[in-house]
């Protein structure tokens, strides 16, 4: 982040451009390779729009193109990264660090005045009234411990969420990357949640649980349960992304073919996806071909074995 503290008045007009902005700087960078400094410097130039009626402390570190709306609140430790949006009455305290291109909607709060840290990756949204990076509910809990919180890389937190810091100096609550925190949800100190996962309407996370699959899950599959087990294809999930009738119904059928077959004990695994490669119909079906082979690469030496079949004691 290239970061420096500021405060500056820009037209309200120009706020929703800040992110395309940014967006476009990336993209022009991606596109051009290197030398085109000169060229995207005329971004770095985006002044920064701070609402008179809102706190920020002299020592605050604010980014480019940063807009803040009316009584928000920066503590002195926040650091703010480039095209940021603070929306009215929302809050950054303690040492706390913001992204770039991240959104915070009314009434969140990030940070608290604790030792330790919060440290917020880019283009993560905090959602309305959401509590983020605040002191755990932990009864051994020891004022004055460092405690940690770190979220990565775009993150959707919807609104009344909270999630807390360690509770302690040598552990940290950890948020991986693309998830989706829905309305209400709790993950409490200490925890470790990967990416790509969503988190339902009021899910609370006790403290020091960790959130992730112990095997692989092939391409294109469902799975449920503790331990996850396979559950079958995703179909929604491909119908969203686009694929054909005649590309799930080839799925499906290959699907059967390796894990439900009418008599599982004729042959391993592996026979069945030989079997599936070789049948004229499914052969030459390039996401039936995708999918066997990420299950092979399930049983690859530097993996974990793929994820136990659901429907085993059924087939």
Known sequence: MALRAARAIAPLTRLSLIRSHHSTQRRLIGALGEGVEEAASMF?????????????????VIGQG??????????SATKVGDFCQLHP???????????????????????AELPGRTVIGCN?????????????????????????????????????????????????????????IMGSCHIAHDCKVGNNNIFANSTLVAGHVEVEVAQDVPRYML????????RGLNLEGLRRHGFTGLEIECL????????????????????????????EELAHVAVVSSMVQSIR??????RRGICRNGFAKEA
């Open 44 to 60: 770095d130039s985006k002044p920064n729009f701070i609402h008179p009626t809102s706190l920020v402390h002299p020592n605050a």
């Open 124 to 180: 993560n949204i905090i959602g309305h009234h959401a509590v983020i990076g605040v002191k755990c509910q932990d009864m051994k809990y020891k004022d004055g411990d460092d405690c940690f919180l770190y979220i990565g890389n775009n993150n959707d937190v919807r609104e009344y969420s909270s999630i807390h810091r360690s509770s302690k100096s040598s552990d940290k609550t950890v948020i991986g990357d693309n998830n989706l």
């Open 223 to 230: 799975v449920a349960g503790n331990r996850a087990e396979l």
């Open 252 to 279: 499906r059928r290959a699907y059967r073919k390796i894990f439900m077959p009418t008599d599982a004990n004729s042959c391993s695994i592996i026979d069945r996806l030989d079997k599936v490669q070789d049948n």
């Open 297 to 302: 690469d399930c049983f690859g030496q530097s």
């Open 89 to 111: 009455a929302s809050h950054i305290f303690g040492n706390t660090e913001l992204g770039d291109g991240c959104i915070v909607l009314t009434g969140a709060i990030v940070g």
């Open 66 to 75: 940063v807009s803040v709306g009316p009584f928000c609140t920066i503590g």
